[in-house]
């Protein structure tokens, strides 16, 4: 989802059932790209409408690549992705929000267990 506009993610998950996206890339501090989630600190509305139409496809995700002068330090890059994810979850409806906070990734990691 690094490069894809919301339009493209959306004909993915309904064209492959298995196919999960993490938000972690999508931080303005990550991506400079034309297709930010965020306006602001507001929700942009197509964004909204494909997280609200596939819930369950999307899941929180944070990793923190080498430190530098244009990452900052590792808390200063947990802060502003927390600052992110927030504002995201925040402008969702509380079924939506908790499914990408943690459910998703709390049913990937069940199912992944019970195969073992």
Known sequence: GTFLPPAALMDLVRTHPNLY?????????L????????FGMTL???WRHLFESYPDR???GFDFP???EFHGT????????TEFIR????????????????????????NAKMKR
């Open 21 to 29: 996206f993490d938000l972690a890339i999508k931080n303005k501090r």
């Open 66 to 68: 080498g430190v530098g």
């Open 58 to 60: 999307f899941f929180v």
């Open 31 to 38: 991506r400079r790209d034309a297709y930010p989630i965020l």
């Open 87 to 110: 504002a995201i979850l925040t402008q969702l409806t509380p079924s939506t929000a908790r499914k990408i906070a943690y459910e998703n990734a709390r049913g990937m990691l069940d």
């Open 74 to 81: 590792r808390l200063e890059m947990a802060r502003e992705s």
């Open 44 to 46: 942009r509305e197509e």
